[in-house]
């Protein structure tokens, strides 16, 4: 049975991973500090002798023992309200926290996924992005940290791959959502339905003609492990090449929700991207992956989800 470490794997994208990995037969591993994220995320592995967590600070080292045939480095936090709070542990778990998973993952002679960003392209003047388009970063805003890091991260592992060789993927993933997104995650898609549950105002910065483009957990993580499990080394988008304006979803939230909540509208964030898109040739083309949930059926789902917390 193959093993995996999981790091961040009580967060939102790696408890997902974790669930569908045991549900393929592997072993897992989650390393979290739960600075982020959450027991309760993986609390339905619980009992199940191929799952443990560990809750452990990766930057400290990752104090995994016995065979590994997998890394998968997802320990960050990734919204923008979480790693502007947090920024030196943004940066020590892109760069630190990185090498320590690289270390491990040689060591075991394991695979390594490494979760990168779109944030690695700032705010991009190709459209859509493509992997050999290098970013338009602005390395000193506030964002950095989290960009920065994330670049950094992919300068890391590509040097492991060449120095080690290491077999490594880089996996760029655009704006995901689904169940386990909290609703103080402070995410456009998490900030609208649970402003609108709420009958609260939903708040749309900018004007809302910015550029999103949304991937259902459960989509982005078949093309995940599908990246895992391929022979590409390096650089590749996993996201959803379907584009929507910020207004476009916060109408079809208003519609799904039945809320009647008005529009307010705030000034857009510093270096907040104007459009995110990506061109997903390359994973189409290698791994023969495409997401198929489109956009209003994924926050059913997700509304769903919320509504049992409630």
């Known amino acids: 049975m193959p093993r995996a470490v999981v790091t961040g794997g009580a967060g939102f994208v790696g408890a997902h991973l ?34 443990t967590l560990i ?29 502007l709070a947090r920024p030196l542990e943004t940066l020590a778990v892109g760069s630190t926290g990185t090498r320590n998973a690289l270390e491990l993952a040689g060591a075991h002679d394991a695979r390594f996924l490494l979760a990168s960003t779109s944030e690695i392209y700032g705010d991009p003047q190709q459209h859509p992005q493509r992997e050999d388009y290098w970013g338009n970063v602005n390395s000193v805003g506030p964002r950095s940290v989290y960009d920065e890091a994330k670049r950094f991260g992919e300068a890391l592992t590509m040097a492991y791959h060449r120095v080690h060789g290491i077999d490594t993927k880089v996996a760029r993933i655009f704006n995901t959502y689904g169940p386990l997104l909290e ?14 549950l709420a009958g609260k105002p939903l708040t749309v910065y900018g ?10 957990v459960d989509d982005e993580v078949g093309g995940l492990l599908a990246l895992l499990e391929s022979d590409w080394v390096g650089p590749m988008n996993i996201g959803n090449p379907e584009e929507h304006t910020v207004l476009e979803v916060a109408k079809l939230v208003l519609e799904v929700t039945a809320s009647s909540s008005e529009l307010v509208f705030e000034p857009l964030p510093t270096d907040d991207p104007v459009r995110r898109c990506p061109d997903i040739s390359l994973a189409t083309r290698e791994l023969g992956w495409r997401p198929v949930v489109p956009l209003r059926e994924g926050l059913l789902h997700m509304l769903e989800w919320y509504r049992t917390r409630a």
């Open 18 to 51: 974790c669930r569908t990995l045991r549900q393929r037969g592997w072993d897992v591993v989650a390393v979290d500090d739960l600075s982020t994220g959450s027991a309760d995320h993986v609390a339905d592995l619980d009992g199940d002798d191929g799952f």
């Open 55 to 83: 809750v452990h600070d990766v930057v400290d080292g990752i104090p995994v023992d016995g065979p590994l045939d997998a890394v998968l480095h997802f320990a960050s936090a990734a919204s923008p309200p979480e790693y």
């Open 183 to 196: 609703p103080a995650d402070g995410r456009v898609v998490s900030n609208f339905l649970a402003q609108a």
């Open 207 to 216: 004007d809302g003609t910015q550029t999103r483009s949304f991937c259902y």
